[in-house]
């Protein structure tokens, strides 16, 4: 590990912080006690967190500090904030080392945290407001965004849309992130990374970065992808006209952002898309089901999938994919 600056050094409880830009007098209000604690590695091609256990050297620390700062810029966000609700961003920010449960033991790993005022709903009808460090993702994933060959950004507030946007199959992640905490996937992004080489990229969703393995994200350049006489898209083809080649496909996916893997297939009969079935993967359940329903007000029930998808195992992530882009044939059994 390279020489940290003296006045970059400190402790407070049993956590090491490498550096932090909030004022060093509001650190006792902050209620650190907070680890990112997993049961198992949880990911596809996964066996351990040593990749991400290696301590930041200086010139790795000071690449992810100006990359923090020159974002937080190109946002509008200069100095550091007080610890009220005015701050935004990652106007106060500090890389700090904290446990992962591996199969065996804890792993420290760095993580990239910043400050937001929590507000929580105690149940009275007033809310308790309280300045909190969360995760933004592991220090690697923000030191290989800061090296990355490339980037591109979205607008998340208006994508995914019908033309020029992106959507994301859900199971894919690589820990430890903070996103992986919440069960529902990536369906939009503000920021794509891509690395310099490796299978994966890096992206921004908000304040959290995350890998995202590059095959899983789906992208829909020119409106529609076409696949084995299906066409994929993400618009209602009962709301609004669409231009789909009926040479090409038959029939026609409309994909659901709200939902992981969630798609209404369509078929084209007298001039007009039809609605066959829905099918929407429930990631929250174990095992994990999927919503299926034929027809338009068509009895609903949940089903194991046709591809098992499992949380964390080696099929997941083709499994997921396959459900999608699975013929309507399959779909009969139900």
């Known amino acids: 590990m390279g020489k940290i600056p003296l006045h970059h050094t400190f402790k407070i409880a049993t956590l090491t912080f490498f550096t932090a830009v909030s004022p060093k007098k509001d650190w006792n209000k902050v209620n650190s006690a907070e680890n990112y604690t997993y049961a198992k590695p949880n990911l596809t091609g996964i066996s351990s967190y040593a990749s991400f256990a290696k301590k ?97 950004s979205y607008d998340s507030t208006t994508q995914p849309g019908p033309t020029g946007d992106i959507i994301y199959t859900p199971v894919s992640y690589v820990l430890p992130s903070y996103s992986l905490m919440r069960r529902y996937p990536y369906n939009r992004a503000d920021k794509i990374y891509t690395l310099k080489k490796g299978s994966l990229s890096v992206v921004q969703n908000g304040l959290n970065l995350a890998y995202i393995k590059t095959t899983n994200i789906l992208k829909f350049p020119n409106r529609f992808q076409y696949r084995s006489g299906i066409a994929y898209g993400l618009t209602d083809p009962t709301r609004t006209t669409l231009t789909v080649d009926t040479k090409k496909a038959t029939h026609y996916r409309y994909i659901d952002t709200n939902m992981p893997i969630s798609f209404t297939d369509f078929t084209y009969v007298n001039g007009k898309w039809q609605q066959n079935f829905y099918a929407g993967l429930l990631s929250d359940q174990t095992p994990i089901k999927i919503y299926f329903r034929r027809g338009i007000g068509g009895q609903s029930k949940n089903i194991l999938p046709p591809y098992p998808v499992s949380q964390g195992s080696a099929t997941a992530d083709s499994n997921t994919l396959k459900i999608l882009y699975s013929p309507e044939s399959l779909w009969h059994q139900y």
Do not use: C
């Open 56 to 152: 930041p050297t200086t010139a790795q620390i000071n690449k992810v500090v100006a990359f923090i700062k020159a974002t937080n810029k190109a946002e509008g966000i200069t100095g550091t904030g007080t610890l009220t609700a005015s701050y935004k961003g990652w106007q106060n920010f500090r890389i700090v080392m904290r446990p992962v449960a591996s199969t065996k033991s804890l792993t420290m790993i760095p993580f990239v945290e910043y400050m937001d005022n929590h507000y929580d709903d105690i149940g009275t009808g007033y809310d308790v407001s309280g300045n909190e460090w969360y995760s933004a993702g592991s220090f690697q994933a923000f030191y290989d965004a800061a090296t990355a060959k490339s980037s591109k």
